[in-house]
């Protein structure tokens, strides 16, 4: 079955579809990660995106139902070089194929994505339209054109939760399934713009008693829970255009310990008085390097960003840049000591990725240990 990849620009790629027999458009984007394409495919800061994959055989150790980062998938589309169709893993419990058709996903395959990942290197970031249903390239330009992007939009809305939740799970070793996470210390409300579940997972594993509420909760109803400590989660899109988040955020400084990861950090710097734009292509990926400027170390890290907190906007605003990308010299990390309030760009709870960013976590429990 034909797939047809079409770019804003009139750049099309033709190749074999696999996955659901759909259409959908998004941003496409590119990730340098190896592996973990399942926690990719369900973490929700890729709603909206068709996400390439640059590592070329991807599929080769399956599916399972442990490694979802969310209750459903949220990318709009996946490209791969190779599609493994025959993967060998223990854990496996479906191709990837499978999960795609049965998440709702459209695959392509068989395309060269060197070719893709160099376009959009240069060009940037665009809009695509992914089909295995038409294969008319200039039916599908005529529907791209209709698809807004998403800069100036507000996508959190579409992946937050819908009321709130308490999550009890910690990280699961799967060689050790019987291992529990401490008794809960601190009491931490975790503001779900599109939340991995690694970070609750994270944070129950640490000692936090977690209760996640919707994007749209306010302060006033967060304080009323009497938190020891605020998490800003990850999530989708222009964090501009989150403006009651930006709000709430700003209404509970100085008032209780904030830790943000990824949209959080976007989301914080604003409410700081900062300004956010949006990067060229983006940093998806487990091996992007980030320079912690407190110690001087650096960091591997797990990435999945299209915004980014512009560094020379909290110039005189009391903020600490705490940490940089050495690919790019953009900002990774902040933070406000006197408002208690710390965040980082990239994702510390891997899932995939490495774990150099894990102490993070012990960081925040210092912060609410000390207040």
């Known amino acids: 079955m034909k797939a047809v990849l079409l770019l804003e620009d009139g750049t099309f790629f033709e190749g074999k579809a696999f996955g659901a027999k759909a259409e959908k458009c998004g941003e496409v984007?590119?990730?340098?990660?190896?592996?973990?394409?399942?926690?990719?495919?369900?973490?929700?800061?890729?709603?909206?995106?068709?996400?390439?994959?640059?590592?070329?055989?991807?599929?080769?150790?399956?599916?399972?139902?442990?490694?979802?980062?969310?209750?459903?998938?949220?990318?709009?589309?996946?490209?791969?070089?190779?599609?493994?169709?025959?993967?060998?893993?223990?854990?496996?419990?479906?191709?990837?194929?499978?999960?795609?058709?049965?998440?709702?996903?459209?695959?392509?395959?068989?395309?060269?994505?060197?070719?893709?990942?160099?376009?959009?290197?240069?060009?940037?970031?665009?809009?695509?339209?992914?089909?295995?249903?038409?294969?008319?390239?200039?039916?599908?330009?005529?529907?791209?054109?209709?698809?807004?992007?998403?800069?100036?939009?507000d996508i959190v809305k579409a992946v937050t939760s819908d009321k709130p939740y308490a999550w009890k799970e910690g990280v699961v070793d799967v060689l050790n399934p019987g291992l529990k996470p401490p008794q809960a210390k601190y009491k931490v409300v975790a503001i779900d713009c599109g939340m991995k579940q690694n970070i609750l997972r994270l944070l129950v594993s640490h000692g936090c008693d977690v209760t996640a509420v919707p994007a749209q909760t306010t302060a006033k109803d967060i304080l009323a829970r009497r938190p020891d400590g605020v998490f800003l989660s990850n999530g989708p899109g222009d964090p501009a255009a989150v403006t009651y988040a930006i709000e709430t955020v700003r209404s509970l400084l100085g008032k209780v310990p904030i830790f943000?990861?990824?949209?959080?950090?976007?989301?914080?710097?604003?409410?700081?008085?900062?300004?956010?734009?949006?990067?060229?292509?983006?940093?998806?990926?487990?091996?992007?390097?980030?320079?912690?400027?407190?110690?001087?170390?650096?960091?591997?890290?797990?990435?999945?960003?299209?915004?980014?907190?512009?560094?020379?906007?909290?110039?005189?605003?009391?903020?600490?840049?705490?940490?940089?990308?050495?690919?790019?010299?953009?900002?990774?990390?902040?933070?406000?000591?006197?408002?208690?309030?710390?965040?980082?760009?990239?994702?510390?709870?891997a899932s995939p990725g490495p774990h150099d960013s894990n102490y993070l976590f012990n960081d925040f429990l210092e912060l609410m240990e000390n207040r």
Not at 57 to 82: A, C, M, Q, R
Not at 121 to 142: N, P, Q
Not at 271 to 296: C, D, E, S, W
Request: proline share 4%; hydrophobic share 35%; with cysteine.
């Open 260 to 349: 943000g990861i990824c949209l959080g950090h976007q989301i914080l710097g604003l409410a700081l008085g900062g300004t956010t734009y949006k990067l060229k292509f983006g940093h998806r990926g487990a091996n992007h390097p980030v320079k912690n400027l407190r110690t001087g170390k650096i960091e591997i890290t797990s990435q999945n960003h299209g915004f980014c907190v512009d560094l020379d906007s909290l110039a005189g605003k009391d903020v600490e840049l705490t940490h940089m990308n050495l690919n790019d010299n953009t900002l990774e990390g902040l933070r406000c000591e006197k408002l208690k309030a710390f965040a980082v760009q990239y994702h510390p709870e």
């Open 29 to 153: 984007v590119f990730n340098t990660s190896m592996a973990g394409y399942q926690e990719i495919l369900t973490d929700p800061s890729y709603h909206e995106q068709i996400v390439t994959m640059t590592y070329p055989l991807i599929g080769n150790y399956g599916t399972n139902p442990e490694d979802w980062e969310s209750h459903k998938s949220f990318v709009s589309g996946f490209v791969v070089k190779e599609n493994c169709p025959y993967p060998s893993n223990w854990r496996s419990g479906a191709t990837l194929d499978e999960y795609l058709a049965k998440n709702g996903i459209v695959g392509i395959e068989g395309i060269d994505t060197r070719k893709l990942v160099r376009h959009i290197r240069t060009k940037g970031a665009m809009r695509g339209i992914l089909s295995a249903v038409e294969t008319d390239v200039k039916k599908l330009a005529e529907k791209l054109q209709r698809y807004p992007g998403l800069v100036g939009r």
